[in-house]
Nanobody, 116 residues
Framework: QVQLVESGGDFVQPGGSLRLSCAAS????????LGWYRQAPGKQRDLVAR???????NYGDSVKGRFTISRDNAKKTVCLQMNSLQPEDTAVYYC??????????WGQGTQVTVSS
């Protein structure tokens, strides 16, 4: 059974930084596409960043230049480095994994709150 566990969410002031991590188990990690999504209360779940099997990346327009996604296949971990955080970044952040057969898996989410 695939499990995804996020960590690193916190309360941070505008302009600050956070690093989110997602640890995977029960999967051949190196063959999976990975992503981070976020959902604010009452809003749709939106793409934050994705990283492919070969390391290619894709970012949502609102986070380009501020966030960086990375993967470590040996540790079965995907991370999201978030810099220059703004109040609009406040949301629950979810780790996602898509295996080679197109099946999606989701973590439970971690809360990020940006406020002065």
């Amino acid at each position: 059974q695939v499990q995804l566990v996020e960590s690193g969410g916190d309360f941070v002031q505008p302009g600050g930084s956070l690093r989110l991590s997602c640890a995977a188990s029960g999967i051949i990690f190196s063959s999976a596409a990975l992503g981070w999504y976020r959902q604010a209360p009452g809003k749709q779940r939106d793409l934050v960043a994705r990283i492919s099997v070969d390391g290619g990346t894709n970012y949502g327009d609102s986070v380009k230049g501020r966030f960086t996604i990375s993967r470590d296949n040996a540790k079965k971990t995907v991370c999201l480095q978030m810099n220059s955080l703004q109040p609009e970044d406040t949301a629950v952040y979810y780790c996602s994994l898509r295996n080679r057969w197109g099946t999606d898996y989701w973590g439970q989410g971690t809360q990020v709150t940006v406020s002065s």
